[in-house]
Every structure is written in C-alpha cells, then in structure tokens.
C-alpha cells in the first residue's frame, strides 16, 4: 500500500506561485496525515492525507478512522462505507516518487519509487465539520490497484493478500480519472505507467539510521539484503 511518499512543495503546487505555501516532504508517512497540495477541480487546494467521511460524528471518530482510510482500493470504494459518498469527489496528489518495501531473506527494505517528472496519483477528497468549532477539513485517501508491473517485483510481502499499487494517472489525460468511471481503462493506463517506473534502495525509513525529512532519505544505498 502507499503509506510513504515524497512531494516537494513546488510539485504539490505544480510550480504555481500563486497557490498556497506548502511544505517540502522528501519523505512524509501517511500516518503523520500531513498537510499537502491536491489538485481539486483544476485548483490547488490543501487536504490532509486519511480520508474522513462528512457523517462522522465528533473529532474523536474522525482521529480514530483517518489512519484506516490513507488507501482506498478502486475495486471497493463504491462499495465501503468510508469512501462510497466521495467516490466521485476525485482529485490528484503530486509527488516525486513514493517508498515501499520489499520483502526478502526475512527483511523489509525500503525503495525509493520515482520516475524523471512528478506523478499523479489519483485520490478521493471528502470535507468533515468539526460540529464543535466549525472548522471544515478537506481529507483525501489515495487510491490503489493491483500491481501489475514494476511494483509486484517490490510491493511482494508474503503476509500481503496480493502486491498492490496507486492508481497512477496520465496527467496529459487527467479527464479520464476526474470525470469517468471506466475503472478498466484506469487500471490499464495506471499498469502501463507502472512500468516506467524506476526504483532503488535507501536508507531506514524510521529508527537511528533515518536520516530525516530531507534530500538524502532518497538518495540509493549499496543494498543490504546480501549480508542477511
């Protein structure tokens, strides 16, 4: 799944100047539900990352079901309570690359996913109330699909159903994720992004040997999995 991601502010706000100021994220987990720039009807707008339904009651449910919704299978978002009411609420979040780990000689190493431009990731977008002090927060989850190329040689824990990637989009054809619902020519456009994609080993991803929010935690490292 996509729980780690790499999105500097220029990326999140496409070079635009006049978008809000966001914050550089070499690396930023999911479950830190940061603030980034999303792509929301041809604007830029800020959403946080975990995904909370408009009918959740109180900020106690909300902080509870956000870090379940950082994903959201395509297969089954018409269908999931948390995500059927903002299934069409779509959008795309901008990054430089993203991590995931792969799983070998009983060890997890984390990749560093990218290609030579920023990718589009498709996402659904919901806005919750806080029925206490009225604040209306944007929340987005990312979506996935079945991996199909470059990430099943990745994304291939055995204690996974099945090896799963976001759902990438052509940003020269972005209409087709916005305003269709085909979900096969989406997985079939998002497979053959897939396997363009390159890939490397970094560094720990947390611990004492991560190094932090900043350019290094994408830089390759002589892989490890040899010396286990």
């Known amino acids: 799944m996509c729980f780690h991601i790499s999105s500097t502010a220029s990326t999140q706000s496409k070079n635009n100047n006049d978008t809000p100021q966001f914050k550089d994220y070499y690396h930023v987990s999911g479950f830190a539900h940061p603030k980034l720039g999303v792509e929301i009807n041809n604007n830029i707008a800020s959403s946080n990352w975990g995904l909370i339904p408009h009918w959740i009651k109180n900020e106690s449910e909300a902080l509870n079901i956000r870090s379940k919704t950082l994903n959201a299978r395509i ?6 309570p948390s995500f059927r009411d903002a299934q069409l609420n779509r959008g795309i979040l901008h990054v ?3 991590f995931e780990f792969k ?3 009983n ?14 990731l498709g996402i659904i977008v919901s806005e919750w109330t806080n029925t206490v002090t009225g604040e209306v927060l944007s929340t987005f989850s ?3 699909k079945k991996a199909s190329n470059v990430l099943k040689k990745i994304h291939n824990n055995p204690k996974l159903k ?3 990637s976001p759902l990438f989009i052509d940003l020269n054809n972005k209409e087709k994720w ?3 619902n085909d979900h096969n020519h989406l997985e079939n456009v998002s497979g053959e992004i897939e396997r ?3 890939f490397h080993e970094v560094n720990k991803l947390s611990g004492k040997s991560y190094v932090g929010n900043n350019p290094n935690v994408i830089e390759p490292v002589e892989s490890q999995l040899g010396l286990f």
């Open 103 to 105: 799983y070998e000689n």
């Open 178 to 180: 916005l305003y269709d």
């Open 75 to 80: 297969e089954t978002i018409h269908e999931k």
């Open 142 to 144: 990312i979506i996935t």
């Open 107 to 120: 060890r997890n190493s984390p990749h560093y996913i990218y290609q030579d431009y920023p990718i589009g």
């Open 96 to 98: 430089d690359g993203f």
């Open 162 to 164: 099945e090896p799963r």
């Open 196 to 198: 363009t994609l390159k």
